[in-house]
């Protein structure tokens, strides 16, 4: 899994975040802009908005692996 910052010191990520869907890596995207901001053909896909907590990360990396069928020790 990965997580990745949708605009790093004015860089994208969108060549990562192809290369990740086209493996079937599951991925969130991480920004401070609207979610409304996700680029086309990602609309749907997971985003934490900047500021978020240590808990907001597990849970949501926590969710993106159940449901790709990766076992999480400790989490049924």
């Known amino acids: 899994a990965a997580?990745?910052?949708?605009?790093?010191?004015?860089k994208n990520s969108r060549a990562?975040?192809?290369?990740?869907?086209a493996h079937g890596v599951p991925f969130v995207f991480s920004t401070g802009n609207s979610v409304h901001d996700v680029w086309d053909g990602y609309t749907g896909h997971a985003v934490l908005r900047k500021?978020?907590?240590?808990?907001?990360?597990?849970d949501m990396l926590t969710r993106l692996l159940s449901s790709n069928g990766v076992a999480i020790p400790g989490i049924s």
Do not use: I, Q, R
């Open 3 to 10: 997580m990745l910052d949708m605009n790093l010191n004015g």
């Open 16 to 21: 990562v975040a192809d290369a990740l869907a």
């Open 51 to 58: 500021p978020f907590s240590n808990d907001d990360l597990v």
